[in-house]
């Protein structure tokens, strides 16, 4: 007699074999099919992930393999390959990305956190807790760095003008956050 293991967590019902073999074959392909702002976007709304307008998923993102309608996209935001966002885990549930927020490239995001509107997570982050609006966070965990004076997710934006309008953190309050000196926004300054 074989058990099922998952049973056993008092959190989580079972996936449906079917449901669970559709959205794994749609996120698959949706990690490998060229289209940034359609195919991608297209798969992932089929597997119930909720996506805006205006969206544009990068090269090998995971939005939570088993529990997709649990992640919220709202429009104009920016996903950057590589990213995973788990959007379950016991009691922990759902990540919602505001509008025009922008998310690095190898950026981890845990549940129950949002990404406020036009923030932006730089590289290789780890979100453990929500992001306020307009606000430039980085590091594992990451903490805020600057404020920002433009979104940098909107199409019209350059990367010139959003350095130019970003608001560095006073260095003793980053630094006591845990942030390092030089990074991210140190490179943007220098542009």
């Not at 969206?55 to 309608?69: A, W």
Request: charged share 20%; hydrophobic share 45%.
């Amino acid at each position: 007699m074989s058990m099922n293991i998952r049973s056993h967590n008092r959190f989580e019902t079972p996936e449906p074999v079917l449901r669970g073999i559709k959205n794994r074959v749609l996120q698959h392909l949706a990690r490998i099919v060229p289209g940034a702002t359609t195919l991608r976007v297209w798969l992932n709304r089929a597997r119930g992930v909720h996506i805006g307008n205006g969206v544009m998923i990068g090269y090998d993102t995971i939005l939570d393999t088993s529990r997709p309608e649990l992640v919220f996209i709202e429009d104009g935001c920016f996903i950057g390959m590589r990213v995973t966002v788990i959007a379950h885990f016991k009691e922990l549930e759902g990540v919602k990305i505001e509008q025009d927020a922008f998310i690095g490239p190898g950026v981890i995001i845990l549940p129950k956190v949002v990404i406020g509107r036009g923030a932006v997570v730089t590289a290789g982050s780890v979100v453990t807790h929500s992001v306020a609006p307009m606000t430039v966070v980085q590091g594992n965990p990451a903490t805020p760095v600057a404020l920002c004076g433009v979104a940098l997710a909107k199409e019209h934006v350059s990367v010139r003008e959003f350095s130019l309008r970003m608001k560095p953190l006073a260095p003793a309050a980053a630094v006591s956050r845990g942030a390092r000196k030089t990074g991210t926004v140190d490179l943007l300054r220098r542009s």
